[in-house]
């Protein structure tokens, strides 16, 4: 099945830009820069920043919801309902405590981890059977910062930390047309070996 919307988190406006929490907007910012004809403008009906496009042949939507974080299910619902994407079809970029700066892993289903986007993207889908590409930002205790971990979600990372996030992010975009084609054994098999 291949992938017609693709979905990166992040919080709207100037103040979070740069924080950990909008890894998801980064990887679609630069997957939409590097397309031909891949503008994000807003559309006010999806109270998000969206782009048509197409790669390897096969048309998708890229978005990121301009709610906040824990509202993104907002967006997400809206544009697959208007245009009947499937669940299976979506895929969602976000942030992961879990990982370490560096990784990025692609999986199908399973919790949300905590993650207040992803949680909202499953009430309102109604199913936790979507897509997810999870970019590594690591956790407080794991990087031995003694930081909440809402406040260092809403923080930049270190510059070491933003290089391999970078990395990641350039890995991931590799791997994006052969998950948009359908093929996730052989995008999970790249993503999670190179």
């Given at each position: 099945m291949p992938i017609r919307l693709i979905v990166g988190l992040g919080n709207p406006g100037a103040e979070y830009e740069q924080t950990r929490h909008n890894a998801g907007f980064w990887l679609v910012d630069n997957l939409a820069n590097s397309l031909p004809n891949a503008r994000l403008q807003r559309e006010t009906g999806f109270n998000a920043m969206v782009a048509k496009t197409s790669i390897g042949?096969?048309?998708?939507?890229?978005?990121?919801?301009?709610?906040?974080m824990n509202r993104?299910?907002?967006?997400?619902?809206?544009?697959?309902?208007?245009?009947?994407?499937?669940?299976?079809?979506?895929?969602?970029v976000h942030d992961?405590?879990?990982?370490?700066?560096?990784?990025?892993?692609?999986?199908?289903?399973?919790?949300s981890g905590g993650h207040n986007g992803l949680k909202d993207i499953t009430s309102t889908l109604g199913t936790q059977d979507y897509w997810r590409l999870r970019i590594g930002i690591g956790h407080p205790r794991t990087l031995n910062l003694n930081q909440?971990?809402?406040?260092?979600?809403l923080h930049r990372p270190r510059r070491e930390e933003q290089l391999l996030i970078d990395e990641a992010i350039e890995k991931a975009l590799r791997i994006i047309p052969i998950a948009v084609?359908?093929?996730?054994?052989k995008a999970t098999m790249e993503l999670h070996t190179n």
């Open positions: 042949g096969h048309q998708l939507w890229l978005l990121e919801p301009q709610t906040y993104s299910g907002q967006s997400v619902g809206a544009i697959a309902r208007f245009y009947k994407i499937q669940p299976d079809e979506v895929l969602v992961e405590l879990d990982l370490p700066p560096g990784a990025a892993k692609l999986k199908k289903g399973g919790s909440p971990v809402a406040d260092f979600v084609a359908g093929d996730f054994t």
